[in-house]
């Protein structure tokens, strides 16, 4: 049978289909295939600490799964204690004074993303998205109806926006900025001068920022991470801040986060995922009490070691003819650029892109890394630091060694 019901075109939605598959993901399981072929690969593509959860966030959710009331549902938008402890914790790291009403638990911080886009936007509404973003970012937008509006920042600049490019970018259309400090991908972490100024740009002209502030404990040197509705207090009706355990505590599995807004938007994205979701595992949100009540010694001891890595990593690449590498201040990430390969020629092939030469690098030398076209910048890698010294060291090696032999 043929018909509109039928057709090729008509079976994924135009809205789904049009999403485009994660890179990060993509490039991780190539890799993981060829490790599970028995190759020696160096994986520098994932987004999560290599450390365990804290014994004490374990023994939490342990004991959570032998109390019958967390085998029943609960509250779609989170237990009342997490949410309170939330806002208790949000207070204590950046100073945001936010009620527990005012916090959404949803299942990890992309799951609050998603749901703070398709709360705030109506179809034709624009993002401002600084780039390098983060690759689910225009994703999300678009499947809640928004478009997505690239500003691209390079590496002279740190990856560091300015005022006057989301000026430049700004349109009566323009609804939204996406705010992403310390960044995934790039580690830049805006100072607390440019937090500031672009709080009072989006309040003088009435635009919303979602702040996703999962890294903000993540931060080297000077460095400091500044939540821009504390910078800018007048911004707290019209922000939205997402975060989550998951790397902060080495909770990447657990899929437990948030967002924290204005009452009304916190109700409707509640409304939302009472639809969607429901509410997030219980033993999981227990887990996540007790990781947020908890200290911040686990996270003190992982930055120490991803500072060690990180100035590692970043004087390596910076040591590889055609590559450059401003040093990131936050997050795990170095982001170079690799611009000064295209063109050349490496193995008998023409380096015509980044993600034709991420390819190669994984195929020569198995090393993964992920290519800038999956945040918005051909002409880069994303290398995460969050792996051991050894493996880093040998990875990087092994790069260098190939991209010298580029003419
Ligand atoms: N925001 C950023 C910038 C991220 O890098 C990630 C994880 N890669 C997330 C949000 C979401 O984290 P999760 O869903 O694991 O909590």
């Not at 949410?83 to 638990?105: H, M, N």
């Not at 390079?154 to 992403?180: I, M, N, S």
């Not at 702040?211 to 910078?231: R, T």
């Not at 590559?323 to 936050?330: A, D, H, Q």
Request: hydrophobic residues 45%; contains cysteine.
């Amino acid at each position: 049978m043929t018909g509109p019901q039928t057709s090729p075109a008509r079976r994924i939605s135009a809205r789904v289909g049009g999403i485009a598959e994660s890179a990060t993901l993509a490039v991780d399981a190539k890799a993981k295939a060829k490790k599970a072929a028995g190759e020696d690969v160096v994986g520098f593509g994932a987004g999560e600490p290599d450390f365990p959860t804290p014994p004490a966030i374990v023994a939490a959710a342990e004991k959570a799964c032998s109390d019958p009331k967390n085998h029943r549902y609960t509250p779609a938008g989170g237990l009342p204690e997490l949410k309170a402890a939330i806002a208790e914790k949000t207070k204590r790291d950046s100073g945001f004074d936010v009620s527990a009403a005012q916090v959404l638990v949803t299942n990890g911080g992309k799951q609050a993303v998603y749901e703070a886009f398709a709360t705030l936007l109506d179809p034709g509404d624009e993002v401002l998205l600084p780039a390098p973003y983060w690759t689910t970012y225009p994703e999300a937008i678009r499947l809640a109806g928004g478009v997505p509006v690239d500003v691209v920042t390079t590496e002279d600049a740190g990856y560091c926006v300015t005022v006057e490019q989301l000026e430049a970018a700004r349109t009566p259309r323009t609804k939204v900025l996406l705010w992403c400090s310390p960044s995934n991908p790039t580690g830049a972490v805006a100072s607390p001068e440019l937090v500031e100024a672009v709080g009072r740009w989006a309040v003088e002209h009435g635009i919303w920022v979602v702040a996703d502030e999962i890294y903000e404990h993540l931060v080297y040197g000077d460095a400091e991470h500044v939540s821009m509705p504390v910078a800018v207090p007048e911004l707290a009706d019209t922000c939205v801040v997402v975060n989550g355990v998951a790397k902060t505590y080495a909770m990447t599995g657990w899929r437990v986060g948030w967002l924290i807004g204005p009452a009304d938007v916190v109700k409707a994205a509640t409304n939302l995922q009472s639809h969607a979701t429901s509410n997030v595992s219980n033993v999981a949100q227990v887990a996540a009490l007790e990781a947020v009540r908890g200290d911040l010694s686990a996270v003190a001891d992982m930055r120490s070691a991803f500072d060690r890595r990180r100035r590692t990593m970043v004087r390596m690449l910076n040591e590889i003819p055609g590559v450059t590498c401003p040093e990131p201040e936050g997050a795990f990430y170095c982001y170079p650029s690799v611009k000064g390969l295209l063109g050349k020629t490496l193995r008998g092939k023409v380096i015509e892109s980044s993600a034709q030469l991420a390819e190669l690098v994984l195929d020569e030398v198995g090393v993964a890394v992920v290519p800038g076209e999956a945040f918005g910048t051909p002409g880069y890698f994303r290398l995460s630091y969050a792996l051991g010294d050894e493996d880093l060291e040998k990875g990087v090696s092994r790069l260098a060694a190939l991209l010298a032999e580029a003419r």
